[in-house]
């Protein structure tokens, strides 16, 4: 029996190591249960997609590329990209194939309390899986009727790359993956004191930065996590500065070698939920500190709540005089 064709529907699909390690599990599973099938078909305004999926332009007739199953996928932020998704699904439901959601969530704009238009059409999934509590919770407001399951970061059991990680020195490292952006970075500075403290017990130790999109980027987490560690810890020693070099970045950078690198850190200090999903899995403990207006840290430390190693904690730094 051929495998049936898929069309996966996401936000951003393969934009940054978050949506490629998403991408790259849903694959595992597709290969699992059809090796030998053809690549998965992926919505998408690109006209390239890494190996094992094939780009599907965004205003395909679904119908004609006989879709057997749409499945909506990964986080989705902004509303009407969510929205045009959910319309997206409608089409190839109205065309026969069978809706799911797979490792899904909404966060940002796209997690408002009242439903999006098109949501009427996930009442015609036959599966829902869900990645934290937050999302089962929105979907609930949205009184979408069917059953809610949770897995939570499905992503994160991927086998570490050690690569990367055999280029570090030897001793206790200090993971540190800090967001983006003029309100993160307004956000952080006012609390400088409370965050000296929080990591005072990784005086001394080198830091390595954990950086989930490309440097130069607009979200260049890497220049983030540099000017934070300057501005809290003394005089830190960064590791790797090679991933500031862009190429490299692109190059030599995957999903399983960020958890490589997770992996030989003794603390995670992050806001980021990839970095520290991957430190959950891993045993590394995690610090997740709550900044500004983006609480994906706050629903994926909840969600794991019940597997963080000890040690970890999820801490919301009170704002102080900056020293």
Same mark, same amino acid.
């Given at each position: 029996?051929?495998?049936?064709?898929?069309?996966?529907?996401?936000?951003?699909?393969?934009?940054?190591?978050?949506?490629?390690?998403?991408?790259?599990?849903?694959?595992?599973?597709?290969?699992?249960?059809?090796?030998?099938?053809?690549?998965?078909?992926?919505?998408?305004?690109?006209?390239?997609?890494?190996?094992?999926?094939?780009?599907?332009?965004?205003?395909?007739?679904?119908?004609?590329?006989?879709?057997?199953?749409?499945?909506?996928?990964?986080?989705?932020?902004?509303?009407?990209?969510?929205?045009?998704?959910?319309?997206?699904?409608?089409?190839?439901?109205?065309?026969?194939?069978?809706?799911?959601?797979?490792?899904?969530?909404?966060?940002?704009?796209?997690?408002?309390?009242?439903?999006?238009?098109?949501?009427?059409?996930?009442?015609?999934?036959?599966?829902?899986?869900?990645?934290?509590?937050?999302?089962?919770?929105?979907?609930?407001?949205?009184?979408?009727?069917?059953?809610?399951?949770?897995?939570?970061?499905?992503? !994160?059991? %991927?086998?570490?790359?050690? $690569? &990367? #990680?055999?280029? @570090? +020195? /030897? *001793?206790?490292? =200090?993971?540190?993956?800090?967001?983006?952006?003029?309100?993160?970075?307004?956000?952080?500075?006012?609390?400088?004191?409370?965050?000296?403290?929080?990591?005072?017990?990784?005086?001394?130790?080198?830091?390595?930065?954990?950086?989930?999109?490309?440097?130069?980027?607009?979200?260049?987490?890497?220049?983030?996590?540099?000017?934070?560690?300057?501005?809290?810890?003394?005089?830190?020693?960064?590791?790797?500065?090679?991933?500031?070099?862009?190429?490299?970045?692109?190059?030599?950078?995957?999903?399983?070698?960020?958890?490589?690198?997770?992996?030989?850190?003794?603390?995670?200090?992050?806001?980021?939920?990839?970095?520290?999903?991957?430190?959950?899995?891993?045993?590394?403990?995690?610090?997740?500190?709550?900044?500004?207006?983006?609480? !994906?840290? %706050?629903?994926?430390?909840? $969600? &794991? #709540?019940?597997? @963080? +190693? /000890? *040690?970890?904690? =999820?801490?919301?730094?009170?704002?102080?005089?900056?020293?």
């Amino acid at each position: 029996m051929s495998a049936p064709r898929i069309l996966v529907i996401a936000e951003h699909p393969f934009r940054d190591l978050l949506s490629r390690a998403q991408m790259g599990w849903l694959l595992a599973e597709y290969q699992r249960a059809h090796p030998g099938g053809p690549p998965l078909l992926v919505s998408t305004g690109a006209t390239k997609t890494p190996p094992g999926f094939e780009p599907v332009p965004l205003d395909a007739e679904l119908r004609a590329l006989g879709v057997a199953q749409v499945m909506l996928s990964g986080v989705f932020l902004d509303r009407k990209r969510l929205e045009a998704a959910l319309a997206m699904t409608a089409q190839a439901v109205a065309g026969g194939a069978r809706l799911v959601l797979r490792n899904f969530a909404v966060e940002g704009n796209a997690a408002q309390r009242v439903a999006p238009a098109g949501a009427a059409v996930l009442d015609q999934a036959a599966a829902i899986t869900l990645r934290d509590h937050r999302s089962a919770n929105v979907l609930t407001l949205w009184r979408v009727r069917n059953a809610l399951a949770i897995d939570p970061y499905p992503e !994160r059991h %991927v086998a570490p790359d050690p $690569t &990367l #990680a055999a280029l @570090l +020195p /030897e *001793g206790p490292i =200090l993971g540190l993956a800090i967001r983006a952006g003029a309100e993160m970075e307004a956000s952080w500075k006012p609390r400088i004191p409370a965050l000296r403290r929080l990591l005072a017990g990784a005086a001394g130790w080198p830091v390595l930065p954990l950086p989930t999109q490309g440097p130069g980027s607009a979200s260049d987490d890497l220049a983030a996590s540099t000017a934070f560690a300057h501005a809290v810890l003394d005089g830190p020693t960064l590791l790797l500065p090679q991933l500031a070099d862009a190429a490299w970045w692109r190059r030599e950078v995957s999903p399983a070698r960020l958890k490589g690198l997770v992996t030989r850190c003794a603390l995670v200090a992050t806001n980021r939920d990839l970095p520290a999903c991957y430190a959950v899995a891993a045993g590394v403990p995690v610090l997740g500190i709550a900044l500004g207006a983006d609480r !994906r840290i %706050v629903s994926c430390l909840a $969600t &794991l #709540a019940n597997e @963080l +190693p /000890e *040690g970890s904690d =999820l801490v919301h730094p009170l704002p102080g005089r900056v020293a």
